[in-house]
């Protein structure tokens, strides 16, 4: 079993709707929930990033962690073709002294015009 | 201010041959990161170094890759001999935290062995 689990998609959506992209987790020791966005043949680019549970919010982009059912989202609201990309969630332990990052496989995002 | 720059872009070389992946890091940055990328699984964590010490390499494959980082600045990362399955983008990404929360990630090297 993959510590983190993502729906790889692809997810088609119309301009303008919102978006819900979400992971599954299995390990409770992880703390840090981190969200990218990867555009095609560059390298991922980081969004936002929550301690432990609660929401947080940065312009059009809401992530959400519910440590007790070990899931988190992304919300995009008023989606843009712009925001056409894959989205990785990852996760990293501050017990294990180290910047490692678990990853998602990644969700394929369409935004159309 | 210049990312995280990874040299270079795109290699293709035969199994058996020898390969060697640069990436500078964020100047000040002293945690750097490899990762990779295998088609169609997840990006999967090499090791982080902390200026030029190892802080954690559980993600190495095996002792055909040898990464190292001298005096603290770039870092290199030989495959020796590549094998097929080495195929993959290789990703290298920096941060002032040791947890990595903000890691800034380089463009990937496209590694491909034929």
């Known amino acids: 079993q993959k510590e983190v689990e993502q729906d790889p998609g692809p997810l088609s959506v119309p301009e303008g709707a919102i978006v819900s992209l979400n992971c599954t987790y299995s390990?409770?020791?992880?703390?840090?929930f981190m969200w990218y966005r990867q555009y095609s043949r560059k390298g991922p680019e980081l969004l936002m990033y929550?301690?432990?549970?609660g929401n947080k919010e940065d312009g059009r982009f809401t992530a959400q962690v519910d440590k007790s059912s070990k899931y988190i989202s992304l919300f995009i609201r008023d989606s843009q073709p712009s925001d056409s990309a894959t989205y990785l969630c990852?996760?990293?332990?501050?017990?294990?002294?180290?910047?490692?990052?678990?990853f998602g496989q990644g969700t394929t995002l369409q935004v159309k015009p | 201010e210049a990312g995280v720059t990874q040299f270079p872009s795109h290699s293709v070389i035969e199994k058996g041959q020898t390969v060697t992946l640069r990436c500078d890091p964020i100047?000040?940055?002293?945690?750097l990161y490899w990762y990779r990328r295998v088609m169609g699984k997840e990006i999967k964590f090499l090791l982080h170094?902390?200026?030029?010490?190892?802080?954690?390499e559980s993600g190495m494959p095996n002792n055909r890759f040898l990464a190292e980082r001298t005096g603290g600045t770039y870092s290199t990362l030989k495959v020796q001999p590549a094998e097929l399955e080495d195929s993959g983008v290789y990703f290298c990404?920096?941060?002032?935290?040791?947890?990595?929360?903000?890691?800034?990630f380089g463009q990937g090297t496209r590694l491909t062995v034929v």
């Open positions: 390990n409770s020791a992880f703390q840090y």
């Open positions: 990852a996760m990293s332990s501050r017990s294990s002294n180290t910047g490692k990052l678990i």
């Open positions: 100047s000040g940055h002293d945690n």
């Open positions: 990404a920096s941060s002032q935290d040791l947890i990595g929360t903000e890691a800034f």
């Open positions: 929550t301690y432990s549970s």
């Open positions: 170094f902390v200026k030029e010490s190892k802080q954690d």
